[in-house]
């Protein structure tokens, strides 16, 4: 269990962004759901969702995370789906649930500004996540949490040597590390495996690719339902 006496050297602390500060998941999957609808006279919903997840993940190393990767693996899926027959007009429409996707307003979490007022001025506080750019950039103008934070990185993926990166821009050692996010695979385990210490909120919904099935049992690890509950451990 995380507490502050076993952390003597924390300097930073690291939030993840979508399901940990605001709302995203769903958001996908309201839109794969109206996708599946869109082209369910070729296939059905569950053959749909399964072409889809595939392409998605053959295209990562091209696209990376976010929401402009995933509308070109809709309209790919939708492409193939069809066997290359698919009409303009559902093209158009699955842009349009892109656009709409990039519009979604912005939900906080439970606790979250909470969390980081509190937090603020007694830590140096970042955003470590994964998506594109300037949709990332936009939902944390728009949520109106930038003021509190002292750097934000975008992160092509989150593997170990990308955490280590990051450690070297902000100039500070592993063990002055907290990592705080939803996804035990991205937020978790590579930053146990650099040596820094990692905190789960979950979030009631993960997408399929951000999934493990093994428990972790580390020193430097905690898991809390709220992200309120960090507070009486770092404070």
């Given at each position: ?168 821009r902000l100039d500070i050692q592993a063990d002055e590390f907290l990592m705080i996010g939803n ?53």
């Amino acid at each position: 269990m995380l507490h502050k006496n076993k952390i003597p050297n924390l300097k930073v602390i690291a939030f993840d962004a979508d399901d940990t500060l605001f709302v995203n998941e769903p958001y996908f999957q309201e839109t794969e759901h109206k996708f599946c609808a869109l082209m369910e006279d070729y296939l059905s919903h569950q053959g749909i969702s399964q072409e889809l997840f595939k392409i998605e993940i053959e295209n990562l190393s091209l696209y990376g995370y976010g929401i402009k990767g995933y509308i070109l693996s809709m309209i790919e899926a939708a492409i193939n789906i069809s066997n290359k027959t698919i009409p303009i007009e559902v093209i158009e429409k699955i842009i349009q649930y892109g656009k709409e996707l990039l519009e979604k307003p912005i939900e906080l979490l439970d606790g979250v500004e909470e969390t980081l007022k509190t937090l603020h001025g007694k830590y140096k506080l970042v955003v470590a996540t994964k998506g594109d750019l300037k949709d990332q950039h936009s939902k944390l103008h728009r949520s109106g949490l930038g003021h509190y934070f002292h750097h934000i990185e975008v992160m092509s993926d989150k593997q170990e040597i990308d955490y280590t990166k990051l450690l070297g821009r902000l100039d500070i050692q592993a063990d002055e590390f907290l990592m705080i996010g939803n996804s035990l695979k991205s937020d978790v385990l590579p930053v146990l495996g650099i040596g820094g210490y990692a905190v789960h909120i979950p979030f009631h919904t993960t997408w399929e690719h951000e999934k493990i099935n093994h428990k972790i049992e580390h020193a430097h690890f905690s898991s809390f339902e709220k992200i309120t509950e960090i507070l009486q451990n770092l404070l």
